[in-house]
């Protein structure tokens, strides 16, 4: 399948990759399939999940602990059943990150801790888990 990102162009995606979240992402409920990319000599610490359904949609992911983050949350037994997970280790947990480029006087990266993005890596399955009961953003800023 080929899809053409708006980010990094035209992109050749095999089936076997496609991840389903099969409720969509808050916001976007249309856009069901997507697939992890990252570009070349990126080091793979920040990747790309783009929409299949909708070129132009895409989200830039990282690992919490590839930014020093310890994070843990539980999974109801629905979010298990529905994700399809059988076991812990096939828990892959990623949260949306961006810069704010339009405020300098808040530069750096912003990560949604709010709303984790959970995939059955197995499966290739996911889930969006809104998080109710945190009341702070966590902004981490590059110093020179």
């Keep these: 399948m080929k899809i053409d990102s708006p980010a990094l162009g035209a992109i050749e995606v095999s089936d076997d990759k496609i991840i389903e979240f099969p409720a969509g992402l808050p916001g976007f409920e249309n856009s069901r399939r997507f697939v992890l990319l ?18 132009s949609l895409a989200f830039s992911l990282t690992g919490p602990e590839q930014i020093g983050i310890t994070y843990e949350f539980p999974l109801t037994d629905e979010e298990v059943a529905f994700l399809r997970l059988a076991r ?23 990560a949604n801790f709010m709303a984790p993005l959970v995939i059955n890596i ?14 702070y953003d966590i902004i981490l800023r590059v110093r020179g």
Excluded: F, T, Y
């Design 38 to 55: 990252h570009e070349e000599g990126g080091g793979g610490k920040v990747l790309l999940l783009q929409s299949v359904d909708d070129a």
């Design 122 to 135: 197995r499966q290739h399955r996911g889930l969006q888990k809104v998080i109710d009961k945190l009341s």
């Design 88 to 110: 812990p280790e096939d828990a892959a947990v990623a949260v949306i990150v961006r810069k704010n480029a339009d405020a300098p006087a808040e530069a750096g990266l912003h």
